[in-house]
């Protein structure tokens, strides 16, 4: 596909972060404000319903017998939640740290802070919040973040509690956890001043600088953006749930591809004076039952018939997805069914290419007809053809306003209908918060240095201070390990050793060994850093050391090492060893570089367990006497 | 309310509550709409919801006001209507079944009966009882309900008086024929309240169901759904008695049916804070129907019967707590006043203190000498009063002549004291008509699985 013209096209975008703040306690209450380790110790089950003014579009009615059958379970942890995380007890008062992290992030992003806070409530049924609504304040409006295509506006900085975590879903009943619940997150909106792919990523990585050199929490799942995206003439699309920064440009670039592509066929299909159609479907099942595909037989198949739409459902949207696939997740989203089988398609796949010829004749079916089928039970078949006609028929308005999943590779999936504007009433049992003029000063006077300056000046002193590669200077920093560095520098330690030790050996046995690296702290470093100056391990053993540590947080590093079985064996135990590797490599003994390999095979066996200078010296003694005694026989 | 200074610059510029604005502040312009100011917040600080759907302060010195005099974004428009408590029309429309049970549907006030207000920041009434079944469909295929509501009050506001009303309203809709009735009432004193109607409605033979909720109804999360589909069950049930019914536990899963006199609520905010105290809880109740009887000790439905009201009360009584250092003299206080009976909460096993200036026995066996009469429960909340292991205690209930409360809670104890002195003041009588079990308020044996249930 021809690489876009995005000014022309008018592309629009506009980015939400949600990123939680690394408080001690939760934003309502005094529960430690972290994902629980341990299981949880209690299992509480609740049910919400639709209240007064919830409904936007949905019917009431329709809307309450969903909510009737819907079951939610939340799992309760000891330390990580209360009664109310549990809507059995009003809100404390707001956390003034969080408070804080909020207005120095609003600064940052030179808001105009209110003079009065007020919490809302915003409705969310879903069961993400157990009190069926989220708690929201608005901190900053109106701010601005400096690009290098120029200003892109904030419209809001608000501070709010993060939701409960979703642990596992079947039909009636989500289970959520309570520990995320109630952890204080900071919402932060762009206006749509983005005008490209790359810029998106830009904002967006400017953003995570900036909240990053606040007190955020780090790691997977604790920042979320969500894109908004539209064309000239096309529908603002929200795309939830892209963790990849990298991601962020592919994602802008397919929507834009998918909104122009949306808006092409609909000028098709109104110049050929296309339609719309009616859920009118036949029932086919003795068409299909007995094929030998296994998807149609033995079950109930209906087949819709589109007049003049051959070839549409093939038409690609972007590279990979085509509007069959898109229509595919509607169906997917909407009913219980898996995905639909048209006459676009290559239907010898499904072994399905005669049934498909037989449907044709029965339905007298002409060329330029499109056939779609959908098996399943006959109720969700028939709701299956509702969504089908009514996708299809949106086709002539363009582009759906909707919110969508970002998929991995780039592209995006319908998620649901975007939400209208979000009914939110006062949260009540919440005073508001008078900002004082005091607290703004304090605020403004101790705004910390934004991440992106602070990481080049960090890099700086590095370069200056040592030979380290810029790649490891790089990581050092980026991983905020900087302070901890300069600390184990100035202690003596080597600074590769150290870098490495912080950044390659960390990560890779926080990834690849799943060790929990956040128990390891400073304490640990040093006697790893000790034990290996003082040869009593090597640099070998560094990572099985830290992962001993991370372990058994609370022991000193002689026991570690015994763990480990780095403990340092004796003169006596080394002499054996050495007495053994000489005797079993005789003829390396008077070899010009025999005492270097014999030095080596030693270590091999008691490494991280013995000081080299204590091995290279029992070496030395023991091939003399090994001379001594075989040169006279 | 806002300040005067904020009052005069709305006056002078024609603005009023509810109008579409626009301030400016350092250049730049916000819209919303202008905000009653509830009785919170510093009232030289304009409220407004801007058009985002959130509300925010402005103080009125840092930013320039005028009306846009334009009509508000549908959106705010209708958060604006449900703020000024003007609820849209959409809500379900219950339309009841006449086929149905006939229910009553007694609406007195409390949370169950109330939604946010937003000028107070706290709740109101709803001023349509009709409002409670906005999003209990299930109601109509359960009951036919009749509404009313002699009057909304929250919980603790109830007085004897509103007792005897709520009694006389009960009556009425029992004896034209109803099947049941409902009452929603407000937490707090509801325990009191149905103790008081467990003495005032005698030859009772149909159910009388209270129902509250901890969880205001403009919630998701509510409770009060779930307690009022459990009551309308019971209140076609056979169990002929006063009772409360709400969440069993803070699952949404069951309700317990305790006692009217022995129930009490054990918790500030909890769903489940209605306990049974020294007694099994009569049922529990399901939303599908289901209901289970867990202590076989009631009265059972008899439609032909007629309730007859008995609710002569004497008011001037009073519910004493005794602790360390607690002085008797507050005694003379209400003598002073011509209060007629007491209630001491007593320590233990119902002790108060015996020694010198602080004694209350000699107190208390100066007054009874008099002929006001004592009656001592425990502070324990479980367990029974026993008179006779200490004792300076038996100088208590022996030579001072003080009235064993039984295992009654101090509340029941109190509304029933002030029922019997109702009837007569001859303490001999009263003694013996506080020892009578008019309503299950005493159990004669203790059951071992009824502590902390």
Redesign the interface.
Known sequence: MESMDYKKIGLKCGIEIHQQLDTKQKLFCKCKSRLAEHNPVME????????????GEID??VL?ETM?NKEFHYFVYPEESC?VE?????PHEPNPQALRIALTIAELLKC?I?????F??K?V?DGSN????QR???IG??GKIKTSFGDVGI??V?LEEESCKIIKRDENRVFYGLDRLGIPLVEIGTSPDIHTPGQAKEVAQKLGMLVRSTIVKRGLGTIRQDINVSIKDGARVEIKGAQDLKLIPKLVEHEAMRQVNLIKIRDELKKSGFRPVKPKHVHVSHIFSDSESRITKGKTTHALLIPNFAGFLKRRLTPTRTLGNEIASYVKAETKLKGIIHSDEDLSRYRLSGEFEILRKHLKARKNDTLIIAVGEEDEVKKTMEVIAKRINQLLIGVPEETRKALDNGDTEYLRPLP???????E?DV??I?ITKNLLNEIKENLPEVLEVREKREIEEIRKKTKLSDELTVQLVRMGRKRLFDRLVGLGYDPKIVSTTLTVTLRYLERKEKVNISKIDDRHLIETFEALRSGRISKEAIPEVLKCFADNPNETIELILEKTGLKPIGRDKLKEIVKKVIEENKNLVNDPRGEDILFGLVMRKVRGRARTDIVKAVLKKEIKKFTNTHTFQ | MYSRAVERVLKAKKIKIGDHVILL??G?K?KGVLLPK?D???PD?L?IK?D????????IK?IEIKNLRTKEPE?VE??VE??FGK??K???NVKFNPKKPKVSLISTGGTISSR?D?RT???YALEKPEEIL?????LADIVNLHMMSPFNKMSEDMQPEDWIEIAKTIAKELNSGKKGVILTHGTDTLHYTSAALSFFLRNLRKPVVFVGSQ?S??????DA??NLVCASHIAVSNIAEVGICMHGA????YCLFIRGTKARKMHS???DAFRPINEKPLAKAWQDGTIEILNNNFKTRNDNEKVKLDTRFEKKVALLKVYPGSDPDVIDFYIGKKYRGFVVEGTGMGHVPTFAKKSWVEKIKKHTKDGIPFVITTQTIYGRVNPYVYTNLRKLFLDAGAISGEDMLSETAYVKLGWVLGHTKDIKKVKELILTNFAGEITSRTETETFLI
């Open positions: 509480v089950i609740r049910k919400l319903r639709p209240v007064v003014g919830e409904t009431t009615a309450y009737r009664l549990l809507d059995e007890e009003p105009d209110p003079d009065e806070i007020h809302m409530r409705i049924i157990t009190s069926g609504f929201t304040a608005i409006l109106n419209t809001n608000c209208g504007s979000e009914r939110m009433y006062p009540t005073m508001p008078k | 502040k350092n730049k916000y509830p919170f917040g510093d600080t409220l801007l985002n759907g959130y509300n925010t302060g402005f103080r840092n959106n209708k958060e449900y703020e609820i849209g959409r809500f379900l946010i937003y920041g706290g709740v906005h999003n209990i469909p299930e969880r109804s403009d919630r998701g999360s509510s759904a779930m803070t699952d949404d899963k905010t909890r769903r």
